[in-house]
């Protein structure tokens, strides 16, 4: 029998933030941080890899990475980490139960009480670390030391 | 040896919380001196001179390539499903990871000087 594929909303279903508010914008964030992360750690592995071929390998490596880009991506890395980690860890508890509110009955308009205070403020609290870590990065990046 | 997924989400919980002890230290590590003084050759040929940094970086390989990994496998299973597509993404996966392990382990052995004598 064939498959019915017209529930596959592939890369568009998972993007779309529009139907589940600040509880979907969580959810791709840490998935796009998730996956800008592992490209960073891939890259950071080649990167430190040139130590192994001497000084001037290094040196050349560190004249492509140590930029104004360079380390506008390391602030970037700085932002993602820091909100896939305070995220995460929001996850991990929501996983586990807590922060959840007891189950009650289902008035109108029916908001969800899984997706509380708690929930929505954890989210908050995440990117605002980020922009905090973000900020202490450009101090340390572009401090000029 | 089959895990169940619950099982795969704990190890990828701990992963997680266990790569953000390790990364602060490593980051640390380059902010104990001035932060483009860390970068110089000697200081970080130094850094993979001493053990216990080492015993760390490995850590943070092994922790971060199974995270990162199992997290991108999470990510594609919830794209689609089929058996094909499960077993495909997780041999991928688990070939990448320890690709990426195998190369960084090679850098921190011979950076060490157990390859080169760097000593």
């Keep these: 029998m064939e498959a019915d594929r017209s529930n596959r909303e592939g890369l568009m279903g998972w993007l779309n933030p529009g139907r589940y508010g600040w509880e979907r914008v969580s959810y791709w964030l840490q998935r796009l941080t998730g996956v800008g992360l592992l490209a960073y750690f891939i890259g950071h592995v080649f990167e430190t890899s040139s130590l192994t071929q001497g000084p001037d390998a290094w040196a050349a490596m560190l004249e492509l990475t140590q ?79 | 040896m089959m895990l169940r997924e619950s099982q795969i989400m704990k190890i990828h919980y701990i992963t997680g919380i266990a790569a953000l002890f390790v990364v602060a230290v490593h980051i640390m590590m380059r902010l104990i001196m001035p932060y483009s003084l860390s970068l110089e050759y000697e200081n970080v040929i130094a850094n993979y001179h001493n053990v216990p940094y080492l015993v760390l970086l490995e850590s943070i390989l092994v922790l971060i390539a199974i995270h990162g990994f199992n997290g991108l496998r999470i990510i594609l299973l919830e794209l689609r499903q089929s058996k094909a597509w499960e077993d495909g993404i997780t041999i991928l996966t688990i070939a990448a990871m320890m690709a990426v392990v195998a190369y960084g382990t090679r850098t921190i052995i011979i950076a060490n000087g157990f390859g080169l004598g760097f000593e």
């Design chain 1, 67 to 145: 930029t104004p880009l360079g380390h506008t991506i390391l602030l970037l890395v700085i932002g993602m980490s820091t909100y896939h980690s305070a995220n995460g860890i929001r996850l991990i508890f929501a996983h586990g139960g807590k922060g959840l509110g007891k189950p009650g009955r289902p008035d109108y308009p029916y908001d969800a009480v899984s997706l509380n205070y708690r929930q929505k403020s954890g989210i908050w609290i995440a990117l605002i670390l980020a922009a905090v870590a973000m900020l202490y990065g450009a101090s340390v990046l572009f401090g000029g030391e």
